[in-house]
């Protein structure tokens, strides 16, 4: 089956900079790659996907980059604002939304 | 259009007890997930329900259940609580017109002492 990576798991960056999480996935034929923010206390929330048909999408201040030859994507959060602190967790299926193995998380701190 | 909504939000259980949490989707969704949440694994995904069938299960054991009911609620059960039973139980639906975002609920925070 499935198994995602995720790096760092942590990671603080000054207000204004840029940040970048890092996913791996095992298997080829995974083809949903969706990004989820769970601030403190709160649910988990889509914040961009890509397929596997795409290499790269954008929506505003955030992006995501997929290469599936090398089976890794990642996040990049240009403009950090102390609002963009959460959780971050990036997920992989190959059989489906329905199911989503989802990488362990990494914990962003935005410092004004 | 109201959200996903789980109940109870917070119980304590006993080891060897077992709990039964509910979610109900959002209105017109029938595909419900869980997912257990932990400090350490992240989520992990338990399984999926779309008109009253598991369509999918992770890698958890028999302990681990599930059911939908025919207005698309959807009930886990764990049996014989074990202390590593204690997390964050997440549900999620989704909707029918396949953007695969998953909606989740505020979840049931378990805890087993």
């Known amino acids: 089956g499935e198994n995602v990576e995720q790096h760092p798991s942590t990671l603080s960056v000054q207000e204004g900079d840029s940040a970048v999480i890092k996913c791996t996935y095992s298997d080829s034929a995974s083809n949903y790659f969706p990004w989820y923010k769970q601030e403190l206390g709160k649910r988990p929330q889509l914040i961009i996907d890509i397929r596997s048909n795409v290499g790269e999408k954008k929506d505003q201040r955030i992006a995501v980059t997929l290469n599936k030859t090398a089976k890794h994507f990642s996040l990049h959060i240009t403009e950090t604002q102390p609002e963009d602190s959460a959780v971050y967790f990036c997920?992989?299926?190959?059989?489906?939304?329905?199911?989503?193995?989802f990488g362990t998380g990494t914990r962003l701190l935005v410092s004004p | 259009k109201a959200g996903v909504t789980q109940t109870p939000r917070y119980l304590i259980k006993t080891r060897g007890q077992q709990v039964t949490l509910s979610c109900s989707p959002i209105s017109g969704h029938r595909s419900v997930s869980w997912y257990q949440q932990t400090p350490g694994q992240g989520l992990q995904f338990l399984f999926e329900?779309?008109?009253?069938?598991?369509?999918n299960k992770g890698n958890f054991p028999g302990r681990f259940s599930g059911r939908q009911f025919s207005n698309s609620r959807s009930e886990m059960n764990v049996s014989t609580l074990e202390l590593g039973d204690s997390a964050l139980y997440l549900c999620a639906s989704i909707g029918t017109r396949g953007t695969g975002e998953l909606f989740f609920g505020e979840g049931s925070r378990l805890t087993v002492l």
């Open positions: 329900y779309f008109s009253e069938t598991q369509r």
């Open positions: 997920a992989a299926t190959d059989t489906g939304f329905q199911k989503l193995v």
